[in-house]
Nanobody
Framework: QVQLVESGGGLVQAGGSLRLSCAAS??????MGWFRQPPGKEREFVAS????????YFADSVKGRFTISRDNAKNMVYLQMNSLKPEDTATYYC??????????????????WGKGTLVTVSS
């Protein structure tokens, strides 16, 4: 049974940092990533990473502030979030795609979702 379990969310002041972790079990994935859903808004892409070559992709809103990484031996993916802003407040979801492609992981390419972890950035 495939599971994605996020951790690391919480409350942080603007300008602060948080590191989200996602533990995958049941299988490995070529593409993994993070999406977020701000209160009252649609779920949106944040970042993704491929297994081969470690190609990374970011939403324009987080470029230069967030980094994504993975540890294939542990079947983990991480999202390091720096210089956080109140508009980063959202539930963050870990996502995984079974397809073997190096394109960014978009919403339609996600085969599995985690349950989400809440990040709240206070001003």
């Amino acid at each position: 049974q495939v599971q994605l379990v996020e951790s690391g969310g919480g409350l942080v002041q603007a300008g602060g940092s948080l590191r989200l972790s996602c533990a995958a079990s049941g299988r490995t994935f070529h593409r993994m990533g993070w999406f977020r859903q701000p209160p009252g808004k649609e779920r949106e892409f944040v970042a993704s990473i491929t297994g081969r070559g470690g190609n990374t992709y970011f939403a324009d809103s987080v470029k230069g502030r967030f980094t994504i990484s993975r540890d294939n031996a542990k079947n983990m993916v991480y999202l390091q979030m720096n210089s956080l802003k109140p508009e980063d407040t959202a539930t963050y979801y870990c996502a995984a795609g079974a397809g073997v492609t190096d394109r960014p992981l978009n919403y339609y390419g996600v085969d599995y979702w985690g349950k989400g972890t809440l990040v709240t950035v206070s001003s």
